[in-house]
């Protein structure tokens, strides 16, 4: 019966969940410079451990290798590819993020600087996040990957 089960097809219902959370993380952050928002940092982190949480998830239920429908839809081999690897980066990168948090959160919760940096990072994993759901996004609306039947071929 797992044998059957095809884990790529459940990686585009759990993988919105992920996008959102690691992209509204890095707002969070911000407002937590605000003596007045000091939840926002709070916030932020919890956005930033459940965004990593659920990126591991649907990262590993696609990672394997490309489906048959990648095989079988031509031209969409090499977007396959870099839609992987950006996804791979995406949950290294989230992962790193979240160590890098931690330890700060832990050792020098008030240290601005250090918070500063942090913000920077959590932005460009955001925009880490954007490029990776794009090229997924031209799979799916330019090669058909994950629907019933592909588009038609562009000449």
């Keep these: 019966m797992l044998a059957d089960l095809n884990l790529g097809e459940w990686h585009r219902v759990v993988i919105h969940f992920p996008i959102a959370l690691l992209i509204v993380a890095p707002l969070f952050d911000l407002l937590g410079f605000s003596e007045r928002m000091r939840w926002g940092r709070h916030a932020g982190l919890v956005l930033l451990i459940l965004g990593t949480a659920a990126a591991l998830v649907a990262g590993l239920i696609a990672v394997p290798s490309p489906s048959e429908g990648v095989l079988r839809i031509r031209g969409a081999e090499d977007g396959f590819a870099l839609h992987r690897a950006l996804g791979i980066a995406t949950m290294c990168a989230a992962l790193g993020v979240l160590l890098l948090r931690l330890g700060v959160e832990w050792l020098r919760p008030e240290s601005k600087p250090l918070r500063i940096g942090l913000l920077v990072l959590g ?33």
């Design 123 to 155: 932005i460009g994993l955001a925009v880490l996040v954007g490029f990776t759901g794009h090229y997924g996004g031209v799979l799916v609306f330019e090669h058909g990957l994950g629907t019933q039947t592909p588009p038609p071929a562009r000449p």
